[in-house]
């Protein structure tokens, strides 16, 4: 999947088979209406293609308000946004900064300025409660007539249920915040995880408890950021580590801002793996690119009094980590769904 910052590229395609939207998740909603728009722009010779926008426009509206708290919480990183839409086997991802300018563009600016002059849209697939432009004015039979006018076909795709229930991102988030990880597994199609660099930490992990983890590395984490302030789901959780080796390692982790650690405030996926792979040495996960599935939350983030008692609360969670992963040991993970699934 090639994947373009803004639509002034001379290497974007003139021409494509397009949907927009924000595509928090990719979850089995979206996923459906990728797979139509891919079957679309098959039939027509054209690339398949998502516009999508960073930050989300309800992030900008919320800062730019002042009211922060208004801000939806993110199901995935930019990063694991850009990775699913190229599972789901899209052409090419243009992602358009939600700023000034494109907010107060009028519906059919943004018709002409994106859509036509930008992107050369022919077929626009949106969903029911689609809008767009200013103060969300347009809507499908407004961008219906205009597609008349400018010589592109517009498509509108009704809501996807799952046993009765709408899926959708807000469905989503309000899984993770009941830390029902399998009901989110339900809606996405596949275990939530989260992907990334592994980067360097403060190390204080190896000096907690040594002797109660089993070793002389205490209880060693990787550590990789989550790119928002306010992630859809904090917690321990108990979890499975993919591209450390070939073969995935179960671990517990911690994600949130870790109240009890002088320097809280950064959103952090702290992982300690149970049997860290000898060939890698001590040094070998830095720079590594690594998905973590969250298999199952054993509690939320708390504050403790003093490093002794967060060793002995980290020391539970592996026992309980260990616990739940050995109980669901033959289907911790949620098979992703085919492409057939989808549809």
């Known amino acids: 999947m090639r994947i373009f910052r803004g639509f002034n590229h001379a290497a974007l395609a003139p021409a494509c088979a397009l949907t927009i939207g924000n595509f928090d998740g990719v979850h089995r909603g979206h996923q459906a209406m990728l797979a139509l728009l891919r079957n679309e722009a098959r039939h027509r010779g054209l690339p398949s293609t998502v516009l999508t926008f960073e930050p989300h426009p309800r992030d900008y509206f919320a800062r730019l308000s002042g009211q922060l708290t208004g801000a939806p919480t993110r199901i995935a990183t930019l990063r694991d946004k850009l990775l699913e839409l ?26 002409q300025n994106v859509l036509v002059d930008g992107l050369g849209a022919q077929y626009v697939l949106v969903g029911d409660d689609f809008r767009f432009g200013a103060k969300r004015a347009g809507d ?3 961008l219906d007539s205009a597609g008349g006018r400018h010589g592109f076909d517009v498509a509108r795709m009704l809501s996807y249920e799952v046993h009765g229930l709408r899926v959708s991102s807000s469905a989503v988030r309000d899984a993770l915040a009941a830390g029902d990880m399998q009901q989110a597994a339900a809606l996405l199609g596949r275990t939530y995880s989260i992907s990334g660099h592994v980067i360097h930490g403060r190390k204080l992990g190896r000096s907690l408890g040594a002797s109660t983890a089993g070793g002389t590395d205490g209880f060693r984490t990787l550590n990789l950021r989550f790119g928002h302030a306010k992630p859809a789901v904090t917690g321990i959780f108990a979890v499975r ?9 179960d671990g517990v982790a911690s994600l949130g801002v870790r109240p009890t650690i002088e320097d809280a405030g950064r959103v952090l996926l702290e992982v300690h793996c149970f049997d860290w792979p000898a060939e890698l040495g001590p040094e070998g996960g830095y720079g590594k690119i690594v998905e973590v599935e969250l298999l199952h939350k054993l509690r939320d983030e708390a504050r403790y009094d003093g490093l002794e008692a967060l060793t002995a609360a980290i020391a539970q969670d592996v026992v309980n ?18 492409t057939r699934d989808r549809i």
């Open 321 to 338: 980590a260990r616990a739940y992963l050995a109980a669901h040991a033959t289907h911790a993970s949620v098979k992703r769904q085919t």
């Open 86 to 111: 190229q599972r789901c086997g899209i052409d090419q991802a243009v992602v358009v900064p939600f700023d000034q300018h494109l907010a107060s563009l009028s519906p059919e600016a943004f018709i």
């Open 140 to 142: 499908y039979d407004l």
């Open 241 to 249: 580590t993919h591209g450390l080796t070939e073969q995935p390692i």
